[in-house]
């Protein structure tokens, strides 16, 4: 704790964000010093651009799914949420199990990725965009259809509807991953 940029932290803020997170001292004045790092502003707050920065996300197929998943409700986030975004991805230890670190807010996350349009549901349209995103166009729009069709028939909605009445709910969704092991798959060390 002895850097500069930590010593911004006072203990209450990194004790309260510890309850809310799961997460250590020692990771929380991490975290902070990577925020610090990225915030090139000093504004306190960090912009799509500046998570689109990051060498390790710009190389991902899904960076602009994740990082509007981080920017769901604003266009900016402080530390605060950024610690607590970056929480879902914590390892969930028994004991250490949070609102936002379970396997709930984990799914929930990943329905944030392909809720593209962001209205609580997972359309035709919405399935559309991702997987482009993740084959590009090495799949052509009859397969790609097929594929969109039998993921929202997978979830258990209507598919015999037309495009306005084809989606996919939250609770659909969470049920397909049933027996997907989420909680570690949508994990990494801090």
């Not at 190389?59 to 970056?86: G, H, K, M, T, Y």
């Not at 799949?139 to 097929?146: A, H, Q």
């Not at 989606?167 to 049920?175: A, G, M, P, S």
Request: glycine share 4%.
């Amino acid at each position: 704790m002895g850097s500069k940029t930590s010593s911004l932290l006072r203990p209450d803020e990194v004790q309260d964000l510890s309850e809310k997170t799961g997460f250590t001292a020692r990771e929380i004045v991490r975290l902070y010093n990577r925020f610090a790092c990225l915030d090139k502003t000093r504004s306190g707050y960090l912009r799509r651009e500046d998570l689109q920065n990051i060498p390790e996300f710009s190389v991902n197929p899904l960076c602009n799914r994740v990082i509007e998943a981080f920017f769901w409700d604003s266009d900016e986030v402080n530390f605060s949420q950024f610690a607590i975004l970056l929480s879902t991805f914590r390892p969930i230890r028994s004991r250490t199990v949070t609102e936002f670190n379970n396997r709930e807010g984990k799914i929930r996350f990943l329905f944030r990725l392909y809720d593209v349009d962001k209205d609580g549901k997972l359309s035709k349209d919405d399935f559309h965009e991702v997987l482009t995103g993740l084959v590009g166009e090495t799949v052509n729009d009859v397969e790609m259809e097929k594929v969109i069709l039998r993921a929202i028939d997978e979830a258990g909605a209507d598919i015999t509807n037309d495009d306005e009445d084809t989606y996919v709910t939250f609770e659909q969704f969470k049920k397909t991953l049933d027996h997907v092991d989420v909680e570690t798959r949508l994990s990494m060390p801090f």
